[in-house]
């Protein structure tokens, strides 16, 4: 702890002291070095003083003798040219919060590495916050100067990197600069002279990109603007903070007029942890949110769990946690707590006291700069009926935190392209399952899920805390808008669907639970349609007519592209009519002035010009990094003035200057009324940008007042989202929903009912890391409802049943899909899963150290209501002792009540004469082939005391010899036991010293792949592909020719531009697969559809591009239903379908949607349209899966398809081939043509790839 030593009184830390004060203590300095050896402190901070001098120095060498660290404040070195005095308006005399910052900077410098930080780092002093030398060039502090400026800013955000606007720059100094260098990979600006302070900066376009960086190494960043614009000389600019930029909340200022989009990565939050009676209390604020948590009564891996899965932006301890039995500093060096000092001694940590909550809300508003009475939410859910938290043990080997090794739990949830926000939610729901209630919630929705017919919504997903700095900030830009609506506009959507809707009712509550914020479903819309309308009368949606961007025969298109596009395109122009009119006046006048002073030189020069090229050269340009429209040539002044033409506006030409007033050069050109119309519509444009941006600004103060109603739907849509991505990936794994049931709270009532309430039922439980649809699993039946001891020999799948158990029972309780044919599971108040034990060389902790912490905590919070799952207990020490120490424990867990598998290799635990009364025996099953000892896999009855050690060894490579020299050794020692375990098994003895015996065993690598039955193809005849031109003919006479046909007319404007049409459909020359039809049709039919095409009117106007596109998806929807309904009644007459339908149902994907649940490995015949008009017929088993394919295609992003489910993939492609065949019959041009050339296609196995 720093200790800060002066003349008459010690300043500093000491457990005894809640935060840095000033105490007055004995002069006795003796007396003083002593009490601060014996408090714990850390640090000496040396306050040097001619008048304490001498004692100052035995001091030193007292601290140094015990270990403790100086540190120098306060100090001025002396140079010639201050003589040795404190120079003049120095700011470096500290306060009394200061010097535990400085003491936290001087920990970070000393973590640079780089040589040239270190060279930075020893210029340094630890005087001031900045840590600048007055004594060295540009260290100044004076008042007015930037430094001087800079402190200011310093002492409100103490602990964040400070990066100021100067210029074209973005610089920093002191400890900031040495930070950029070593982190931001920046230079040190001057080079590393020793003679001028560090500094390093970066350039204003690379600020992201260093934001990031430091963000990246956990570093906050204050970023100082400066006031742009015009400033009267020698003056300094103002500056201002324009926002901050930390781990997990970047940097937004300037965002509202940006055409960007900032990625908002997983909010990091602070963190306090603090014990009492009921255990440990996780604090967690989000200073992004405005919210803090405060979980309670948390064991200790609980609360190691939770650090080990997010990271903090700052770690605060309470000082209860120091009031242990071992009486140390080190607070968990003995007993309770040494697994999360282990954790927290890996961080940067800081302690407090008084209050939990509301002392460590004072520190972030103190060290976030916020006031005093700023206001945090409380979204803490209450532990009624909730499980307890996944220990980090129980976390680590099922995969919900990433482990090496571990199968990831979380990767076989979600589709491989569903991440981010939804697998941080699923990461959430796991390590803090739900109560029943909400878990029950959760089941109901996914088992509508998997019934929805109907197009669910893409699910535009923003996080939360994005939305709520953005708007927060007022900085959303027009992009966040559109998401906003959207999110909204997709609740509407489901609200509107009854099969969607109740899925949104069900999942209110589960929002509730992850927002704390509790909004019914009718107060839910309506704020819906507000958030709609709201951003509907402001933003410019796509879709709506375009802002097109000016345009002038003679200035070239990039000047308005680059000047206009900023700000076109962002909001209604209805709402800044006057900036869009003055912008447009300014562009017409400024292509007028171009034209009179520019056009006649270019013509005079394109005159003159000679035909090698040679002589006088101009042209109209624009220049970019000016913004400006000038005239570039040379040679086009003529010798003689001879009235030519162009010669006034010659002589009318000035150089061209740019805004610095310095020629841009010998070759461009202006005159004084061009750069007038420049300055004007550069004014223009500017004030549009601006009166763009304060509408933006506008309408997110208006949406300040629904931030909570938008937070909860930025979250409900990611919940929605992510339990359709994950029942579509189960009903793909073949996972099923198990049943959900209460654990009965008094078991002597069953006595009275006969029924077994607290048991697990499981029927073909497979690992959840295989997949059943490739069958490579062996499944297991379970059935318990108390404590299984088993056995079982080496890679038999203890370890595996063990996994597999725990991860399905916590996605049951937590309302998810489990990989089982059947299930029934308790909702159990906590699962607790012990597997392989490591040591802690940092606590000084064994194996078995750390196995028994653990056990401790499981033995001490099991309930009859807890799942317990243990892996070969007590393996990490002498085999008889560590057998006893077992079998209390197994005593101890049955005498609670748990159910749960301790599985073990100590065989003496089955000779032991245990006092349980509700042990079952469980073994992993073996075989005997070719007279060796295989594992089955299979969980039996019964007990396993074949370890298979001798052959595990052989396989894994260690030598022939040692491993029978083993087995010599293990014959001489334990010769009785062997043979009675060989009698007991009933298998064969093993010769020990045969050599023929121990070789090396191989296991059998085959599976048993499960055998999956399909539907015969059925291939078409030559005789029914004959028939095709019958089909052909009887299409020709159908009614849909002609109203196709006659439809052609009206899409043409004036028919050879008179106000008259042909007399007869064969004067009207129609496009397309048309002509063909109508030219091969008989004479009757041509005559029914001339009199149909002359009763149409004459047509006047053309139809627009997005009209004519829904007109024509809706003839081919028609076409497309009415030929799959009579082809599929066809084939139904034929009894080739699986089940009989009378009524064929389509269903159609817009913009925006894709298809449900339902048709996750389901064969189905498709119809897209491309956004030129044209169609495409597919068929597919993966709809969700070709859809994304089709999208993904540049300008394809909202094309429209229409499907049907098909009842196998041979009948899919046969409908196929017919509907590529008829839809041209029928006036639907198609762009694969080309497959309709293979007679057999869709009647043979082919590449399911759509041709682009």
Known sequence: MPVLMTKSFFWGYSPKWSSLSR????INLSNARQSLVTSGAKFLIQFQSSWFHHHQQQTLHYFHRHGLKALRVGVQKSSKATGGKRTKNSKSILRAGEYAHLIWWREKMQLCKKPSTKQLVQRLVYSNLLGLDENLKNGSMKDGSLNSELIQFKLKFPREVLLCRVGEFYEAV?????????????????????????????PVMNLRQTLDELARNGFSVCVVEEVQGPSQARTRKERFISGHSRPGSPYVYGLAGADIDVEFPEPVPVVGISHSARGYCFISVLETMHTFSAEDGLTEEAVVAKLRAQPCDLLFLHSSLRKKSSGTSRW?????????????????????????????LSKVRELYGLDSEESFRNVTIPYEDRPRPLYLGTATHIGVIASEGVPSLLKVLLPPDCAGLCTMYLKKLLLNPPPHHIALSIQAACKLMCNVTCAIPAFVCVPAPKIVKLIGAKEANHIEFCRIRNMAMEILYMHEKPELRVITNKLIDPTWMETGLKIDIETLVTECREIVDAI??????????????????????????????????????????????????????????VEEDFLPIVLRVKAVVSPLGSGAKGEICYSKDHESIWFKGKCFAPAVWANTPGEEQIQNLIPAKDAKGKKVGTEWYTTPKVEEALDSYREAVVQANLKVTEILRSLAEELQRKTNTIVFLSVLSVITKTLFAHVSEGRRRDWIFPMLKEINQNPNSLETSGEVINQLEVVGLVPYWFDLVQGAAVPNTIQMQSLFLLTGPNGGGKSSVLRSICAMTLLGICGLMVPTEKATIPHFDSIMLHMMSYDSPADGKSSFQMEMSEMRSILSEATNKSLVLVDEICRGTEV???????????????????????????????????????????AMGTDTINGRIKPTWKLIDGVCRESLAFETALNEGIPE???????????????DEIHKVGNENGGPRISIGSSKNISYLCKDKKTNHKQITMTEKQNISNSSLANLSEIEQSIALDDEICDRACSYYTTIPNYNGRDQKPETITNLQVKGSESAAVQSMPMSSMNTLNSKFSQLPLNKSRESRSDRNVRLLKEAENAFISTCQKKLRELDGRELLLTKSSNICCSSIGACEQPPPTMVKTSCVYILQRPDGKFYVGQTDDLAGRIGTHRSVEGWQNVPFIYVKVPGKSV???????????????????????DQNHRNFGTSATLDIPPF
Not at 893 to 906: A, N, P, Q, Y
């Open 961 to 975: 010899n040692v491993v029978r020299r083993a087995a010599e050794l293990y014959a001489s020692l334990k010769q």
């Open 332 to 360: 968990g060096a003995f007993g309770e707590g040494g697994l999360l000092w282990g954790e927290c001694s890996l961080k940067h940590y800081e302690w407090f006291d008084g209050d939990p909550i509301s002392q460590l």
């Open 174 to 202: 002191g400890f900031d600069a040495c930070i950029l260098v070593e982190y931001a990979g920046l230079n040190p600006m001057g080079g590393i002279r020793s003679n001028t302070v560090p500094r390093a900066g970066c």
């Open 1212 to 1234: 899919g492609r046969e409908l196929e081939t017919l509907l590529i065949n008829r839809l041209p019959l029928l006036g639907i041009e198609l762009v694969n043509k080309a």
């Open 23 to 26: 105490s007055r203590m004995p």
């Open 880 to 922: 008889q002792k560590g057998t006893c120490i077992a079998a209390s424990m197994i005593e101890k867990l049955d005498s609670i009540g748990c159910i749960g598998v301790i599985s073990t290799h100590l065989h003496g635990l089955l000779d032991l004469p245990l006092k349980a009364k509700n042990i079952m025996y469980k």
């Open 536 to 593: 509907g009368k402001v933003i410019f949606l796509e879709g709506e007519s375009e802002q097109e961007i000016y345009s002038s025969p003679i200035i070239p298109d990039d000047f308005f592209i680059e000047m206009e596009s900023s700000w076109k395109g962002r909001i209604k122009r209805v709402n800044a009519e006057d900036v869009f009119v003055e912008v447009e006046r300014a562009a017409e006048a400024l292509s007028l002035a």
